[in-house]
């Protein structure tokens, strides 16, 4: 889960009721949120700027993320990848520019290998590690052969299959 702060601050010119000189001052304005202020009050401002990177206007916020509660990374299922999850990866790690043809990743979609496991295929390859776990999570095999007969830690590096291992570990 990734966490971003928080806090908004820019300059809000006021002008006092005796005088005709402006002065300048900073408030800094925070909530959980946005960093709105739930009640302003004190010496009468008449804000003359609009928040923005223009004017002195800084905004530093915290967010929370929790991307697997959202159903974005890591709560999909075996079931929830397919053909076009595999096209898009291999795509998306240039194995295409390096392969020049869909040849490689045919020959596993045409061998009756789940999606999940052919990405787990690739992405040990690759040395994906992120991706790896988001494909343990869901249920990839690590134990499923290609034509050639390797699997993903035939596949993968030293690091990459003690991670997996560990991984598998782990979850028992």
């Known amino acids: 889960m990734a966490s971003i702060s928080c806090s908004i601050q ?3 010119n006021s002008k006092p009721s005796t005088s005709h000189s402006s002065t300048s001052r900073v408030l800094n304005l925070r909530n959980g949120f946005l960093g709105m202020p739930t009640n302003v009050s004190g010496p009468k401002f ?3 700027t609009k928040l923005g990177p223009t004017n002195g ?9 929790n991307a697997e509660g959202a159903g ?11 053909r076009d999850d595999v096209e898009q990866y291999f795509n998306y790690m240039g194995m295409l520019a390096v392969e020049g043809t869909y ?7 045409n061998q ?3 999606p ?4 787990l295929l690739m992405a040990a390859s690759e040395g994906d590690q992120p991706k790896i776990e988001e494909l343990l999570k869901a249920g990839a095999k690590y134990d499923v052969k290609d034509a050639d007969g ?17 991984f598998k570990a782990q979850k028992a």
């Open 10 to 12: 820019f300059a809000i």
């Open 46 to 48: 008449k804000p003359t």
């Open 57 to 65: 206007g800084r905004a530093k916020c915290w967010f929370k993320f």
């Open 72 to 82: 974005i990374y890591g709560s999909q299922s075996r079931d929830d990848f397919d």
């Open 103 to 109: 040849d490689k990743m045919e020959a596993l979609l």
């Open 112 to 114: 009756n290998i789940h």
């Open 116 to 119: 999940v496991d052919i990405l």
């Open 150 to 166: 390797r699997t993903a830690l035939d596949r993968a590096s030293d690091e990459i299959r003690e991670f997996i291992l560990n």
